[in-house]
């Protein structure tokens, strides 16, 4: 299990998967409730073996972003993709 802390809280990393094999990080709490999805799935992007984008668009999502790479659960590329309107997701590379 890997465990994260953001604005003092203790979080749950998982690894799942979105239908079609990408990769999803999820959040829980100390109580096991789901917290956040971190992971945003762009299925008509080609990503290389344990990549995923980061959900820019979640509250708080910067705070999230840096704790979890301080935590080396995922690696930064220099990468991004675009999405629908005008975000630009970062593809990551998960280390979980």
């Known amino acids: ?19 079609g094999g990408r ?3 999820i959040l829980t709490d100390t109580d096991g409730m789901p917290y956040s999805t971190v ?3 762009l299925p008509d992007v080609e990503l290389g073996k344990n990549e995923t984008h980061f959900d820019v668009n ?3 999502a910067q ?4 704790e979890l790479w301080k935590s080396r659960i995922f690696y930064v590329s220099d990468r ?3 999405g629908k309107g005008f975000v630009d997701y970062p593809i990551i590379q998960v280390l979980i």
């Open 1 to 19: 299990m890997h465990k994260v802390t953001i604005n003092n809280e203790v979080f749950t990393v998982t690894k799942k998967y979105y239908a």
């Open 23 to 25: 990769i999803a990080l």
């Open 39 to 41: 992971t945003v799935n």
């Open 58 to 60: 979640i509250p708080d």
């Open 63 to 66: 705070n999230m972003f840096n």
């Open 80 to 82: 991004f993709s675009k």
